[in-house]
């Protein structure tokens, strides 16, 4: 492992299932566990549930009386519809309006809001900001981030925390757990219908542990970081860089993606006034280079990143991200591809790791409506 700088106060708990802590954000995570697979892991959250620790993610506090101004203009959501108990899902983007990071945004109070950020640039970018203002930035690392993700997490929580099933999507709640103080909020990266738990690291291993040991009968499982590859590939959820072009850049170009060839234009709320590379965002549209797309691919094989697309004798594409669902028996991957190909049906070909015949398909592959994570009661 890397010389991370944040701790986990499951660290050992991972060690103990066989992890060796490889570092994700500067904090060691579970990438792997010893005695199960990444496809267990994927089959045990898309049918029962599924723990992970994903504490490695940076959350931090905002508050003060210019919080709300610094997010409204640093982020893509109007803030000001973001109510005590509500979150949002948001994007930033930097003056030239390309795509820098993306976050949930928590409002914890009428001056107060949590911020849980991914691996770009957005806390240097809101600290810079906040700069000559009244507000206090906390990096919160005592905070531990514990996701129960399933279609039986609901009813897991059901029978310890009151009012759960009554919890709407990207709603949060203060309560207690175990008899730990913790916010419960019914976020995660998966697709699924599920919860993120944020309590102090102090309570992180029993709460975790209680999990595990009460959730037996439920057939809940701890399940490692790499499975959020296969989960995300099938409910089309980005992750930094890995999807974008500092991983694939173009020729003669800097790094940096429009949030319309990324596929994530929803961000921006539809009563947004002036943000961070808005004027630019805006000009940008119409004019993508690409478009993130899924491609189906024939067999039992997932595509490897870096694989590419091939139509009508020319690279088309390349795929940033595959997988092999044992549940559906689909090899499915997520991919950049060129806007003409950019086609439900359109007969591909992959190169690299394996040959085989693909078709361009639109996205998300599961769950396109939405139904298990809107679902009430």
Known sequence: MANSWRISALAERHRQMGSHLEDWNGMGTAWTYKDRSVADDHEAIRTKAGLMDVSGLKKVHYVGPHAESLLEYATTRDISKIYPGKSAYATMLNEEGKFVDDCIIYRTGPNAFMVVHGTGIGLEMLTRGAVGRQVAIIFDDDLHDL???????????????????????????????????????????????????????????????????????????????????????????????????????????????????LGLDFTVSPSKGEFRGCYEHRRLKGKQRFKIFGVLLEGEQAAEIGDTLWADGQQVGIITCGMYSRLTGKSMALARLDLPYAIQGKVLQVKGSLEVDAIAHTLPFDDPDKLKRLAKG
């Open 147 to 261: 996701s129960l993700q399933g279609p039986v997490a609901v009813d897991f929580l059901a029978e310890h925390v009151a009012g759960i099933r009554d919890l709407a999507y990207f709603h949060h709640m203060q309560t207690r757990l175990f008899g730990c103080p913790v916010m419960i909020s019914r976020t995660g990266y998966t697709g699924e219908r599920g919860y993120e738990i944020f309590c102090k690291a102090a309570d992180a291993p029993i709460i975790w542990d209680t999990i595990l040991e009460k959730g037996k009968d439920f057939g809940i499982v701890a399940t490692c970081f790499t499975t959020l590859d296969y989960l995300r590939v099938e409910s089309y959820l980005l992750f930094f860089p890995y999807d974008n072009s500092e991983y694939y850049p173009f020729a003669n170009e800097k790094s940096g993606d429009t949030l319309w060839e």
